[in-house]
């Protein structure tokens, strides 16, 4: 009896030590594994859209819309999109992201306006975040420091500041550069005979964007308003983190999905890990896309992303944040409703998990706007682009949005509903959210 007692307390730890081993192995074997097969990482913010073919236009129940709004089947190819519009706090990684890159370029002693052609320059995070801790004193004892006079290109004038003894960067400092390569150009001047006729270099341009949301906008979308508080806070104040950012214009979105490609680590806050990194192109949907995808995978060729023709529930609630009536933007129900932007996710997704494709905010897409493209788009991945030049005229700037806003009518919250604005115009009506060109993973 007691030698089997021994034996067995012998045996245990023996036990332990094999599992231990062969996990070791285990977990061994399969890392090497998915480093043959090089795993994808997906973005866990989207939602994957499958691709397919569908009736582009305006549906059967909207007979005032025939003569001039054409249906076209067309098909899409497969992309991931977002399942919310972008929100403030998202955006607010943009707008730290260039801040902390000018602190360090700032604390190196270069050139804070230095435009790197290929946009290389590799940020020193631990740093950054030493002068971030080291800010975090009293301004007046930095204002008489060296260290004042080493950020005085960044730092908003102390006459300027809105609060005592903090530290505050110039918004109006605040730029992000980047790379274009014309490629439809590009692709214009080549044959399949000869390839490029000329460099690439000769179709590579830079763009340098203003960063910081408009937050004027809502005071100067309306006349006789109070919207002061909104001003002040809806971009800056925490408890709007949730909330879609609004006050971007269509350049400053499409530098958002720029710096989310080369720099999706910070964007996840995880600045400096690689391993952080999503494959894959982020941009602002085509028109086709946006509208495909705010079906919702419906069968019917419904009005409205939720798939049916009416805008409330039995219960009398809206199905989406929009002005229902003359001077009612509540639609009946205070508790749940507001008269501006609520949260993201505020309502029921549609059919491929996207919250807000009609209403709360309308939404920019990559596609330029023309009354009649119904007539010269294709049927495949149909989109209209053009690359806007210094010298056009205003009307080539147009850029379609889609997806109507919590000051429209039910009408332009439709899912063909089309609707326009000028790219360099910001409204506090009009945010975006991302599409990501991604393989699907297995």
Sequence with gaps: MTKNSKLTRFKFPLMLITVFVSSLLFFAFESSKVTRNKRIRTDAQMVYIPGGSFFM????????????????????????????????EQYHRFVNYVADSLKYLAKAKQDIYFVDPLDTLTVNWG????????LARPASK????????????????????????????????????????DLKRAALESNSFDGLKNDLRNYISYDTVYVYPDTLVWQRDFSYVYNEPLVKQY???????DYPVVGVNWKQATAFCRWRTLH???????????????????????EAEWEYAARGNSKVNAMYPWGAPYTRTREGLLMANFKPGRGDYFGGDP?????????????TENGFGLYDMAGNVAEWTSSRYDEAVDNILGDFNPDYQYNVRNDDPAIMTRKSVRGGSWKDIAYNCQVSTRNYEYQLNA????????????????
């Design 427 to 442: 409204k506090s009506y009009i945010g975006f959210r991302c599409v990501l060109s991604a393989p699907k993973t297995k």
């Design 335 to 347: 508790n749940k409703d507001d008269i501006t932007p609520l949260k993201v996710k505020s309502y």
């Design 127 to 134: 740093l950054v975040a030493t002068i971030n801790k080291s």
């Design 235 to 241: 971009f800056t104040n925490p408890s709007f983190n």
């Design 264 to 286: 999706n680590d910070y964007y996840q806050g995880k600045p400096g890990k690689k391993d952080m990194f999503v494959e894959g192109i982020y941009r602002l949907p085509t």
């Design 142 to 181: 930095l204002d008489q420091t060296k260290n004042e006079n080493t950020f005085q290109q960044l730092w908003l004038p102390v006459a300027d500041r809105e609060i005592k003894n903090v530290f505050t960067i110039d918004n109006k400092k605040l730029f992000y550069r980047s790379t274009i390569v």
């Design 57 to 88: 236009g305006a549906s059967d129940e909207q007979v005032d819309n025939n003569l001039m709004n054409h249906k076209k089947r067309v098909s899409i190819s497969s992309f991931w999109m977002d399942r919310t519009e972008v929100t403030n």
